[in-house]
């Protein structure tokens, strides 16, 4: 049986490669996907600390994890599309010029 702590390392290191990637890149595609590998990473170490404690609600809040940034991809790739087709470029510096206009 693999240890908590594996588990935890684990969820840890895919958490903080998403939060390196989320904080080098400028491309928008990128930000959401470092976006979904830090919930993943989350949503692991929920998994498995409910699985360890024999408690279901980390389970079930996993899930709601999962519908909730299905959303929030949802709602953020059509930002993203309607950003592209006006401006053609998915930087984020292209955005923060559409807060100074």
Not at 11 to 20: D, K, P, Q, T, V
Not at 48 to 59: E, F, K, P, T, V
Not at 65 to 93: P, R, Y
Request: charged residues 15%; without cysteine.
């Amino acid at each position: 049986m693999i240890p908590l702590e594996a588990y935890l390392i684990l969820a840890g290191l895919i958490f903080s490669m998403g939060l390196i990637n989320l904080l080098i890149n400028r491309n928008l595609i990128i930000v959401f996907v470092s976006l979904e590998v830090m919930l993943a990473g989350v949503n692991l170490a929920l998994v498995a600390l409910s699985h360890y404690m024999n408690d279901i609600r980390g389970q079930v809040l996993a899930i709601f994890t999962i519908a909730v940034a299905a959303g929030s991809v949802a709602v953020g790739l059509s930002l993203l599309i309607a950003h592209f087709n006006l401006k053609k470029s998915v930087d984020t510096e292209e955005i923060r010029e559409l807060k100074e206009e």
